[in-house]
């Protein structure tokens, strides 16, 4: 079966930083392009940061710029979100999906067919 899994979260101070892991089991991530998403209680999905295939990242949301970067290491089957300068208002489960897609297609309507089960990130003194 085809799965995700995220890894990395948990509690962190305002100002901390946190490195994510998503590493596929099942599949090779260097034939998907991966999101990044985040969901907070009461509120609807966010979507992040994405990453090609050939590994050009865009902001889903433009005020993470400067604080959230997205990386990918093939060779581990595994891509990251690093998060610096985290806040109470990130606290939230985040989530990896892959989208099987060419490798010039970039991060422009993809449909993210595989999602992880999500880690909890907590930003709290």
């Known amino acids: 079966q085809l799965q995700l899994v995220e890894s990395g979260g948990g509690l962190v101070q305002p100002g901390g930083s946190l490195r994510l892991s998503c590493t596929a089991s099942?599949?090779?991530?260097?034939?998907?392009?991966i999101g990044w998403f985040r969901q907070a209680p009461g509120k609807e999905r966010e979507g992040l940061l994405c990453?090609?295939?050939?590994?050009?990242?865009?902001y889903l949301t433009d005020s993470l710029k400067g604080r959230f970067t997205i990386s990918r290491d093939n060779a581990k089957n595994t891509v990251y979100l690093q998060m610096y300068s985290l806040k109470p208002e990130d606290t939230a489960v985040y989530y990896c999906?892959?989208?099987?897609?060419?490798?010039?297609?970039?991060?422009?309507?993809?449909?993210?067919?595989?999602w992880g089960q999500g880690t909890q990130v907590t930003v709290s003194s």
């Open positions: 999906a892959a989208d099987e897609t060419d490798v010039l297609r970039g991060c422009s309507g993809l449909t993210y067919d595989y």
């Open positions: 099942g599949f090779t991530l260097a034939n998907y392009a």
């Open positions: 990453i090609s295939r050939s590994y050009g990242s865009t």
